[in-house]
């Protein structure tokens, strides 16, 4: 038996925004208001500026915050980087680590460890991305390869959540089909416990999203562009709830 885990629908904002969308989350609560939403928790990773107005804004309303990557140490000399503990303190409660946009571009397992490890130390819940490109999916070898990316990325820690997303299925509007999905999460969840979301990640629009959530052992979801807009937003958490 599947535990129930409290649906978590994540919207990674990427590299958009401005500062004014400190006031999406108003517009998000209008889409979809508080006493609708008490079996789901939402969350809004945004540009790392954006966090603490953000924060303001979307405490009140129930909605959480976090940010997109951190460093591992604590302090020190390392220009451009952000601490897991100072994310902590400008209001986030969640960090992604490892996406694949980062990993493209040099981040390795042990890299993602480290900023879990780290985001833990701060009291920040990491979510630890993993996910396989095309051609590994097509030569038959994504469960190998995301099976790989647990063990060597996954701390021993207890409060994390996994987000598994296909390389080739974020920004395409592609997506695996539900039993290819239903294979990954019944996978990553002998593998993580039965006390650890799960979401996918990876062209979850609102047209797809009540299919997807319904998949066994699939607690949420990691969204991209689609959660650039509050009402498409709004719309997949309902499907969520
Ligand atoms: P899209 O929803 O735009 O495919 O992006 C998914 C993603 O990378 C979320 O982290």
Known sequence: MTKK???LIAA?????????????PVELDAAFPIAEREHLEL????????????HVVAGPLNIRVGAQNCHSEIKGAHTGEVSAELLADAGADYVIVGHSER????????????????ANRADLIPIICVGESLEQREAGDAIKVVADQLNK?????????IAYEPIWAIGTGKIPTMDDI????HAIRKRVG???????????????????????????????????EMDSL???AKAAS
């Open 182 to 185: 239903s294979d990954m999460h």
């Open 234 to 236: 709004a719309a997949i």
């Open 194 to 228: 039965q006390d650890i979301r799960i979401l996918y990640g990876g062209s979850v629009k609102p047209g797809n999203a009540s299919e997807i959530l319904a998949v066994p052992n699939v607690n949420g979801a990691l969204i991209g562009g689609a959660s650039l």
């Open 103 to 118: 990993r493209a571009s040099g981040e390795t397992d042990q890299n993602v460890h480290d900023k879990a490890v780290a």
């Open 5 to 7: 885990l409290i649906p």
């Open 43 to 54: 969350l809004i990773c945004p540009p790392f500026p954006l966090l603490p107005a953000l």
């Open 153 to 161: 990325s996954v701390p021993d820690i207890e409060d994390y959540v």
């Open 12 to 24: 990674n904002w990427k590299m958009h925004g401005d500062m004014s969308w400190a006031q999406k």
